[in-house]
């Protein structure tokens, strides 16, 4: 008799999930991560390009990972399956604060109150960023919203992003960041990197001092990602930086992807792949295709970045 395994049917393989039925969820579950990714930011530290700032997709839902404290660890959890945001200590104690229909100054509240419950005193910067509207985390009753439901799917669909992202790195034997959840604009990104420097970036995020991005963009890359909007169900992307001649009129595949002029990136529609008769072979294409346009059209020293695995390597 096979095993059953009764979590394997929480979100299917490829979740539909439409950008207009979630918004309000997906504005406030943005805002809960901004502070909880602070909180990370606070004490872990300083790593190139802001790597120790982001979140990581988790078999329940999206972490910190662990986090320093003194002479102990922490980490913060979304549980998207039980629907808590859970607090654990390595001292052994867990708190945990319900991820449920509530304002962002509620959340906020609650969670730092569960951290000095701890002895985890943290203090972070009490507004957003990366966003146009940045109302202090504080007074915000404005975003109030969750459906579960709603955020279960937005998670099954970063995990089906984190496979194939995860898939895609593999192949790649340079600088690159790991799988990450940057709350700033609410991404799940994995970057490339050339080896050389990259002219200073001018900057020009909302609600983000320029210096953030000069760092973050401080050497030439390659980024792939997923965001939740831009398209029906969701957009997945690929930009370059410095955008070298040629990208923007390069071949990538799969056909429903396409070069944005204003954004200066490549899309591909969430629901093209998911509808696809393979789904993570159609995006997978679609990262390699968009790293040939940066990589081709830069310069890139392909042969000595790019995984050639030795015989046999595969079955060890």
């Not at 509240?109 to 966003?131: C, Q, W």
């Not at 390659?222 to 992307?237: D, I, L, R």
Request: aromatic share 12%.
């Amino acid at each position: 008799m096979a095993r059953q395994h009764p979590t394997s049917a929480l979100v299917e393989p490829w979740p539909a999930l439409a950008v207009d039925e979630w918004t309000d969820t997906r504005d406030t579950l943005h805002m809960w991560t901004q502070i909880v990714g602070k909180i990370r930011m606070a004490k872990a530290p300083m790593v190139n390009h802001w790597w120790q700032v982001p979140l990581y997709v988790s078999p329940r839902g999206l972490t910190t990972s662990s986090i320093p404290h003194g002479d102990r660890l922490f980490d913060l959890e979304f549980d998207f399956v039980e629907h808590r945001l859970c607090v654990r200590s390595s001292s052994g104690e867990q708190r945990e604060v319900a991820l449920e229909p509530k304002a962002v100054a509620t959340f906020y509240r609650e969670v730092l109150a569960t951290l000095a419950d701890l002895d985890l005193d943290v203090s972070i910067m009490g507004s957003p960023v990366e966003v146009e509207r940045a109302i202090p985390f504080a007074e915000d009753t404005e975003h109030a919203s969750y459906d579960a439901g709603h955020a279960r799917r937005f998670w099954g669909q970063l995990m089906a992003a984190y496979r194939v992202l995860s898939r895609f790195r593999a192949d790649f034997l340079g600088k690159s960041s790991p799988v990450h959840f940057f709350w700033g604009a609410m991404d799940l990104a994995c970057t490339r990197f050339s080896g050389r420097t990259a002219p200073e970036h001018p900057g020009g995020a909302p609600n983000c001092a320029d210096w953030v991005m000069v760092e973050g963009y401080s050497h030439e890359l390659a980024s792939f990602g997923f965001w939740p909007g831009g398209s029906t169900e969701g957009t997945f992307y690929a930009y370059a930086y410095p955008e070298p001649d040629g990208y923007a009129r390069h071949p990538v595949r799969p056909d429903a992807a396409y070069y944005d002029p204003g954004a200066h990136e490549f899309f591909l529609p969430y629901e093209a792949v998911r509808k696809a008769d393979d789904p993570d072979a159609t995006l997978l294409e679609f990262f390699r295709t968009t790293y040939e346009a940066a990589a081709d059209n830069a310069g890139w020293d392909r042969e000595a970045l790019e995984v050639r695995p030795h015989a046999g390597a595969a079955t060890r």
